[in-house]
Structures are given as structure tokens and as C-alpha cells.
């Protein structure tokens, strides 16, 4: 089964050259770019292979939100996918209310939702059991007015488990717990009864070094890339990684 591998380059590079230079040495099959709103076009033009996604969106299509972009606007200029409720966005005072706004506008547009859960380092200190009743609390409110549309309407649907511990520290999850919670997750979904292709993707520190002890997990569907998505050469070594390698 081939994975997807995201590069989440966050608030990088800072000019538009840089964006679709780098944006050329990762347009692989598999591959799904996650660039700066600023960025989206000039990079969606170049690939050929990779799919196009933001990082965020706005709950409402148009109107008087000054600053805000919407999810049709992002569908208009060719994104496929858009992360929402990064933790570093949650952090910044994004609610599951927002969220679960958002999820509706992304699927209402047709674009692929990228969920972002994942529990802080104090909860999973309590141990795995208490971080799987924090996630499946996040994933009911993220949810919760976006059912019966998600049913009615969403084809494709990501979650991506990002233990916030383990996002940008360098500390990556051991690989079997986020086997068992992305196996927990598929399981949460399974009761939603949703009918489309979900797809449960771990991120948190992912480097070439550790990748393929994730990607090589069955119930793990690929990663999350921050930091080193943003080196062409270890990211391509991080696609290279899955068992079945991904082919250009
Ligand atoms: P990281 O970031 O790979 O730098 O830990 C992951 C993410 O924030 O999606």
C-alpha cells in the first residue's frame, strides 16, 4: 500500500523562489506540499506529481473577514488538502469550536481535511489509556456538527496524530504507541460509520533516521513533516523509506 508523506513547511521559506525551488525537489507521487497561503499558486504551478495543500482556513466562504481565507478560495486556486487544528495553531487559541467550523468549510469547498490531534506532555505522562480518552474527546468535539455533512458529502478525510511532546523537540513517539493510538483512531472512526477513505498519518519529529519505524507500521497510513520537510535531501529519504518505495 503506498502512504502519503505531508511537508508541513509552517512559516517557511520567506520568498516565493525559494518556495518553488524547493517545492521541485519534493514533487513526488505520494507527496502532499503544505506551503504558505502566499506560496500556494506560484508552487501549485510547478508540480507535477505532488498534491497541493494549506495550512489552515477560515469557517466562513466569503464576506466580511478581513485577513481570512476561505476554503472555495483555496479550492479555486487547485488545493487538494488543508491542515486543521495544528497544535502550534490550538496553541495560538484555536478551539475545537473553530476547529470543527473549519472541518465543515473544508468539506462544504471539497477539500481533504487534515485533522490534527495529538495529546501535551502532561496528559501522556498519565500514560497511554489517559492520552487515547484525550484524542477521542478531541476527535468527537472537532467532529461534532460535521458528521451527518462528512457523511452526506466528504470523499477523503486524513487525522493526523501529532503528540504535541513530540512536534519540532526532536523526541519522537516510540513507534508501537502511535501504532496502538493510530489503530485506537481507525477504531474511533469505524463507530462514525463515515464511508469514505480515512487515512491516519503520525507526525512529531520525523527525521530520515526514524521514519521508516513509522512508515513501516500497517496501521500507520504516513507522516507528518515539519522540520524536515524543509531539507530536500533528508525529506527525500524520508519518502524512501516506505517499504514499498514511492516512485517519480
Ligand atoms: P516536526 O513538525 O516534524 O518539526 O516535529 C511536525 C508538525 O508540526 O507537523
Not at 462544504?108 to 501535551?120: S, W
Not at 504516513?222 to 516512485?247: C, Q, T, W
Request: hydrophobic share 45%.
Amino acid at each position: 500500500m503506498s502512504k502519503i508523506i505531508i511537508a508541513n513547511w509552517k512559516i517557511n521559506p520567506l520568498s516565493v523562489s525559494e518556495a518553488v525551488k524547493l517545492a521541485k525537489k519534493e514533487d513526488i507521487k505520494g507527496v502532499v506540499i503544505a506551503s504558505p497561503f502566499v506560496f500556494l499558486e506560484s508552487v501549485g504551478k510547478i508540480l507535477k506529481h505532488a498534491e497541493l495543500a494549506a495550512q489552515n482556513t477560515f469557517w466562513e466562504e466569503k464576506g466580511a473577514y478581513t485577513g481570512e481565507i476561505s476554503a472555495q478560495m483555496l479550492k479555486n486556486i487547485g488545493v487538494k488538502y488543508v491542515i486543521i487544528g495544528h497544535s502550534e495553531r490550538r496553541r495560538l487559541g484555536e478551539t475545537d469550536k473553530i476547529i470543527n467550523k473549519k472541518i465543515t468549510a473544508a468539506i462544504k469547498a471539497d477539500l481533504t481535511p487534515i485533522l490534527c490531534v495529538g495529546e501535551p506532555l502532561n496528559i501522556r505522562k498519565k500514560g497511554l489509556t489517559v492520552a487515547k480518552k484525550f484524542v477521542k474527546n478531541q476527535l468527537q468535539l472537532d467532529f461534532k456538527n460535521a458528521n451527518k455533512l462528512i457523511k452526506l458529502k466528504a470523499k477523503s478525510l486524513i487525522i493526523a496524530y501529532e503528540p504535541v511532546w513530540a512536534i519540532g523537540t526532536g523526541i519522537p513517539d516510540n513507534p508501537s504507541s502511535a501504532a496502538e493510538m493510530h489503530k485506537f483512531i481507525k477504531n474511533f472512526l469505524k463507530t462514525k460509520n463515515y464511508r469514505l477513505k480515512a487515512e491516519v498519518l503520525y507526525g512529531g519529529s520525523v527525521n530520515a533516521k526514524n521514519a521508516a519505524s513509522f512508515l513501516n507500521r500497517p496501521e500507520i497510513d504516513g507522516a507528518l513533516v515539519g522540520g524536515a520537510s524543509l531539507n530536500p535531501k533528508e525529506f527525500r529519504m524520508i519518502v524512501d523509506s516506505i517499504n514499498n518505495k514511492i516512485k517519480k
